[in-house]
């Protein structure tokens, strides 16, 4: 027997984070116990195919996992899934689980994610209304998604198009109601909208921007009938698929007295305002060195980059998150990758064309690229990535240039 | 079922057996090979699985096309035997590939 225990860390949360930081331990040797504790009953996954690829049914389920049950036996990492934390108690360095058991831990990780942003109006309790987030939430929906239903999605973001450009495909009537005045107003700027918006209208899809949801009529017996806005139209509907973005979960957290502001606060190490206990992941609001201000991001790059930080504390390496964030969405044929983040630019550029299907838009602040939205286009991604992480400045007319080598500018 | 052999930057070689019908990303990721990053998860987007592919083998693979093609050219440094494995489907003639894994992905 060895004379001292070796720590034991707990990761609250089986999602992309918590599985990544998992097995990233596993791989530097950490010495110390490795749990996860998730309320889904799956192996730890991966979300972005959920809206793309696995609704469609292009991939199975195990393609989803970020590693085989197998692995984790191997590198002696415990899996108790199915089971929510119902507390921390940070006097005693222990977790309620919801079976009633009790989990004493040397450090916690939360690696809890989100919740979804719940629409309430008139209605919005009947059946048929669905959400997307999980797998098994996927489960439900793709049934629905068949020759001749109707589906309304409410939210043109991210998720709401991918599920759009999908069902269209599947022979679906699909609707989707944007309450901005564009789709994806939060995360990209007017000209990839705007290419996004045509591509859905010749698909047939009947997209709609500045429609606000009014409320939800019942078919008589408890389903969704259709969708009403507040601007008095009505749209049928046999489902409805509501994305509206998400909230970060933060209850565990907030009840353990943990610092939060809309998401679980952590620094640059990944350290809450209790040294022994970590946020990893969409549920935090992060300190990143790359940027001046803390931030919020839904993001599997961020999840990743994060998780390989706490694992570098807990292996007594201290690397602090300083990595540009990145993000993508697959709608029809068209592969959109986004890197950094383009709030407060003061200018653009364009690269390439949107009549051909490909191009890219740099974001500047001062002149600095900050980030880039690159549509069908991996060259622009790639060398922006390099670009918005040294904080490049290069001139307008090159970057705009597609005769000009990316690599060449600086 | 076929065996890969990764050989990381000190020298040190790791032998993975692999299944036919999954991507050689996935052979990695799944044996916790160091240097797979594979941020994205295998949709090739990210670039983070990168390899340069010991010469013998490269005539067995198909060539890189598309988005593949297009983002090795932009890894970190990318020579004539580089590929992305979560482009490459493992197959039972690829028994005994040899892949070098970069000194870094980013």
Same mark, same amino acid.
């Given at each position: 027997?060895a004379e001292e225990q070796t720590?034991?860390?707990?990761? =609250?949360?089986a999602? @992309?984070?918590?599985?990544?930081?998992a097995?990233t331990l596993a791989?530097?040797?950490?010495?110390g116990?490795v749990l996860?504790v998730?309320?889904?009953?799956?192996?730890p996954?991966q979300r972005p +195919?959920?809206?793309k690829d696995y609704?469609?049914g292009d991939?199975?389920?195990?393609k &989803?996992?970020?590693?085989?049950?197998e692995?984790?036996?191997?590198?002696?990492?415990?899996?108790?899934l199915?089971?929510r934390v119902?507390?921390?108690? *940070?006097?005693?360095?222990?977790?309620?689980?919801?079976n009633?058991?009790?989990?004493a831990y040397d450090?916690?990780?939360?690696?809890?994610?989100?919740q979804m *942003?719940?629409l309430?109006?008139? #209605?919005?309790?009947l059946n048929?209304?669905h959400?997307l *987030?999980t797998?098994s /939430?996927?489960q439900?929906l793709?049934?629905e &998604?068949?020759?001749?239903h109707?589906l309304?999605i409410v939210?043109?973001?991210y998720?709401?198009?991918?599920?759009a450009?999908?069902?269209?495909?599947?022979g679906?009537d699909?609707?989707?109601l944007?309450? $901005?005045?564009?789709?994806m107003e939060?995360?990209? #700027?007017? /000209?990839?909208?705007?290419?996004?918006e045509?591509?859905h209208r010749?698909?047939g899809?009947?997209?709609r921007?500045?429609?606000?949801?009014?409320g939800?009529?019942?078919?008589g017996?408890?389903?969704v009938s259709?969708v009403?806005t507040?601007?008095g139209?009505k749209?049928e509907?046999t489902?409805?698929?509501?994305s509206?973005?998400?909230?970060?979960e933060?209850?565990?957290?907030e009840a353990?007295?943990l610092?939060?502001d809309?998401g679980?606060?952590?620094d640059?190490?990944?350290?809450t305002?209790?040294?022994?206990?970590?946020?990893?992941g969409?549920?935090?609001r @992060?300190?990143n060195?790359?940027?001046?201000d803390?931030?919020?991001?839904?993001?599997?790059s961020?999840?990743?980059?994060?998780a390989?930080?706490?694992?570098s504390?807990?292996c #007594?390496e201290?690397?602090?998150y300083d990595?540009?964030? !990145?993000?993508?969405s697959?709608?029809?044929?068209?592969r959109m990758?986004m890197?950094?983040l383009s709030?407060g @630019?003061?200018?653009?550029?364009m690269r390439g064309l949107?009549?051909d299907d490909?191009?890219?838009i740099f974001?500047l602040?001062?002149g600095?690229?900050?980030?880039v939205?690159?549509?069908n286009?991996p060259k622009?991604?790639m060398?922006?990535?390099?670009l918005?992480a040294? *904080?490049?400045?290069p001139?307008?007319?090159?970057?705009s240039?597609t005769s000009?080598?990316l690599?060449t500018l600086? | $079922?076929p065996?890969?052999?990764?050989?990381?930057p000190?020298?040190?070689t790791?032998?993975?057996d692999?299944?036919?019908g =999954?991507?050689?990303?996935?052979?990695?990721?799944d044996?916790?090979?160091p #240097?797979?990053?594979a941020d994205?998860?295998?949709?090739?987007?990210?670039?983070?699985c990168?390899?340069?592919?010991?010469?013998? !083998?490269l005539?067995k693979?198909p060539? +890189?096309e598309?988005?593949?093609?297009? $983002?090795?050219?932009?890894?970190?440094?990318?020579? /004539?035997?580089?590929r992305?494995?979560?482009?490459l489907q493992?197959?039972?003639?690829l028994?005994?590939?040899?892949?070098h894994?970069?000194e870094?992905q980013?």
């Amino acid at each position: 027997m060895a004379e001292e225990q070796t720590e034991t860390t707990v990761i =609250v949360g089986a999602g @992309h984070a918590g599985g990544m930081l998992a097995t990233t331990l596993a791989q530097k040797k950490y010495p110390g116990r490795v749990l996860i504790v998730g309320d889904e009953p799956y192996l730890p996954y991966q979300r972005p +195919p959920l809206s793309k690829d696995y609704l469609a049914g292009d991939i199975d389920l195990d393609k &989803l996992y970020l590693k085989p049950q197998e692995t984790y036996d191997k590198a002696g990492i415990d899996l108790t899934l199915d089971t929510r934390v119902e507390k921390i108690d *940070r006097d005693s360095k222990s977790l309620k689980l919801a079976n009633g058991a009790d989990l004493a831990y040397d450090k916690l990780v939360l690696a809890t994610g989100i919740q979804m *942003r719940v629409l309430k109006a008139p #209605g919005s309790d009947l059946n048929g209304i669905h959400y997307l *987030r999980t797998i098994s /939430d996927v489960q439900k929906l793709r049934p629905e &998604l068949i020759e001749g239903h109707k589906l309304v999605i409410v939210g043109g973001g991210y998720i709401g198009l991918e599920v759009a450009a999908i069902a269209v495909k599947r022979g679906v009537d699909v609707t989707v109601l944007e309450a $901005m005045d564009r789709v994806m107003e939060r995360v990209t #700027g007017p /000209d990839v909208s705007a290419y996004f918006e045509k591509r859905h209208r010749d698909a047939g899809v009947d997209l709609r921007t500045g429609a606000k949801v009014a409320g939800f009529e019942d078919n008589g017996s408890g389903h969704v009938s259709a969708v009403t806005t507040e601007s008095g139209e009505k749209f049928e509907a046999t489902t409805v698929l509501v994305s509206i973005g998400i909230m970060p979960e933060t209850a565990l957290a907030e009840a353990a007295g943990l610092d939060c502001d809309d998401g679980i606060v952590v620094d640059e190490f990944t350290r809450t305002s209790d040294p022994d206990i970590f946020a990893i992941g969409d549920c935090t609001r @992060h300190k990143n060195l790359f940027y001046s201000d803390a931030k919020r991001l839904e993001a599997v790059s961020n999840a990743v980059d994060q998780a390989r930080a706490t694992a570098s504390v807990l292996c #007594g390496e201290d690397k602090a998150y300083d990595a540009v964030p !990145w993000f993508w969405s697959n709608q029809y044929d068209i592969r959109m990758q986004m890197v950094g983040l383009s709030d407060g @630019h003061d200018d653009s550029v364009m690269r390439g064309l949107p009549d051909d299907d490909s191009f890219a838009i740099f974001y500047l602040k001062n002149g600095v690229v900050i980030s880039v939205d690159a549509v069908n286009d991996p060259k622009s991604f790639m060398a922006g990535k390099k670009l918005v992480a040294a *904080r490049a400045t290069p001139d307008k007319n090159q970057l705009s240039d597609t005769s000009v080598d990316l690599k060449t500018l600086t | $079922m076929p065996k890969i052999t990764f050989i990381q930057p000190s020298g040190e070689t790791q032998e993975v057996d692999a299944t036919t019908g =999954v991507t050689i990303m996935e052979a990695a990721v799944d044996a916790m090979v160091p #240097g797979i990053e594979a941020d994205c998860g295998g949709n090739c987007i990210c670039a983070t699985c990168h390899v340069y592919v010991e010469k013998e !083998w490269l005539s067995k693979l198909p060539d +890189p096309e598309g988005d593949e093609e297009a $983002m090795i050219d932009y890894t970190a440094d990318p020579q /004539d035997n580089s590929r992305l494995t979560c482009q490459l489907q493992i197959t039972d003639e690829l028994d005994g590939i040899v892949l070098h894994v970069p000194e870094s992905q980013y």
